[in-house]
């Protein structure tokens, strides 16, 4: 079976991924099965600079094809933040509670009509540190005025899936795995996987 590398720590995104990819007939492993694994600074403008990255530099490092998504949250009232500072919003070593308290503090006086947002995911594949392919992926909502549902990870919370009126930690994974900005850029991935491998 042919092995791909999910460039990223994040067990959560890990766990997305081979749920999404289990359709693909490949094994995915992470950096850490390659022993010190280079920190990558995600210091790109956009979410594209920073999945081509990732996924250039696992794929050097391990010699296997490597697949990368960097991913947010586009708001429209806060002109497109946090965008590609998603996971760094409340600060360097935060956590996704206090992401997602900042932007509830930020958003407490937009009215509902003014609370649309996207979610935004790229996916850039890679193999001999050359970028193959890069797709992406976008799912767009509003944001709620409180934290709402117990799944998911990040923003789901606070993110409302318009066409269910419910959050995504609310809709949990069944669901949330068919229509999100990740699903739909790794559904795009895995068709270029299956030319690529």
């Not at 976008?138 to 549902?149: D, N, P, Q, S, Y």
């Not at 959050?167 to 030319?195: C, D, M, Q, V, W």
């Amino acid at each position: 079976m042919r092995e791909l590398v999910a460039a990223t720590r994040n067990k959560d995104k890990v766990r997305e991924i081979k749920k999404i990819l289990k359709n693909i007939r490949v094994r995915i492993l992470t950096p850490d099965a390659f022993g010190k694994a280079p920190k990558i600074i995600e210091d790109g403008n956009t979410f594209e600079a920073n999945a081509a990255k990732k996924a250039q530099v696992i794929s050097e490092f391990t010699g296997r094809m490597a697949i990368a998504d960097d991913s947010g949250l586009e708001v429209l009232a806060l002109d497109g933040r946090p965008g590609v500072r998603s996971s760094r919003f409340a600060g360097v070593g935060q956590d996704y509670l206090e992401n997602n308290k900042k932007l509830l503090r930020l958003m407490k006086k937009v009215p509902a009509k003014k609370r649309k947002a996207r979610f935004v995911c790229v996916i850039a594949i890679a193999k001999d540190g050359k970028v193959l392919k890069t797709v992406k992926g976008t799912c767009v909502g509003r944001i709620a005025f409180e934290r709402r549902g117990k799944t998911g990870f990040g923003y789901d919370p606070v993110f409302i899936a318009p066409e269910y009126g419910k959050t995504f930690a609310e809709l949990g994974p069944a669901i949330k795995n068919k229509i999100s900005h990740r699903y739909r850029a790794l559904e795009k991935a895995a068709k270029a996987l299956k030319k690529l491998l």
